[in-house]
Each structure stands twice: as structure tokens, then as C-alpha cells.
């Protein structure tokens, strides 16, 4: 069974950083199509950013485009996102996700298979 697990959440203050990371427990990882999501209470997820298998290609959300950083280990199995400039509007549960099926990222959650349990990320200000 396919388990993805995210670690790196806190507190920090605004215009701090935090990495998260995302560990896969399938070697066939660097296959898949990942990204990271976020929720806020009460809505849907939201697209935040995806990598293409090998990594070569990324894509973001405007609002996290040039603070935050994707990217991948496909040795290690595990996806990252460094968030910078951290806002109070950033305060979310971060889940990472994969699709087997995309050749590159999508920002569609409907295409993902696979879910991580999530990691809660509190900016204060």
C-alpha cells in the first residue's frame, strides 16, 4: 500500500521559513507526478505546487510562486517544500500527493491518487 508522510509543519513567525517533506514508501516514486496542497478550515484543497517525475519541471500557485521552492530527492523517495517569506495567510494543513498517471504536475487535486495524512503549518504575526 502506497503511504506518503509529511513532516517539517510548526509555528513560525511571519517572514520565517520551514521545509517540509513528504517521504513515499514506494521505490516507483520516481514515477510519479507529485505536488503540495493546502487546506484551510472549512474549504477546499488548493493547489500550491508540483514537480514532474524527474523534477526537471515545477509549477505554482500565484500566491506561493517565488517564496516557495518544490522539489525532489527521487534516491531518497522524498518530495520537499521550502516555504520563505512566511505569511499569517500561509497558516494551512500541507498534504503531499502523488499521481502515477501524469507525466508532469497538475493542479487539478481530482488527478491525484494518493494523499499524505497532512501537516499543519501556523504562521503567527
Known amino acids: 500500500q502506497v503511504q506518503l508522510v509529511e513532516s517539517g509543519g510548526g509555528l513560525v513567525q511571519a517572514g520565517g521559513s520551514l521545509r517540509l517533506s513528504c517521504a513515499a514508501s514506494?521505490?516507483?516514486?520516481?514515477?510519479?507526478?507529485m505536488g503540495w496542497f493546502r487546506q484551510f478550515p472549512g474549504k477546499e484543497r488548493d493547489f500550491v505546487a508540483g514537480i514532474s517525475r524527474s523534477g526537471g519541471a515545477t509549477s505554482y500557485a500565484d500566491d506561493t510562486k517565488g517564496r516557495f521552492t518544490i522539489s525532489r530527492d527521487n534516491a531518497k523517495n522524498t518530495l520537499y517544500l521550502q516555504m520563505n517569506s512566511l505569511k499569517p495567510e500561509d497558516t494551512a494543513i500541507y498534504y503531499c500527493a502523488a499521481c502515477p498517471r501524469c507525466l508532469v504536475s497538475t493542479a487539478r487535486r481530482y488527478d491525484y491518487d494518493y494523499w499524505g495524512q497532512g501537516t499543519q503549518v501556523t504562521v503567527s504575526s
Open positions: 514506494e521505490r516507483t516514486f520516481d514515477s510519479w507526478s
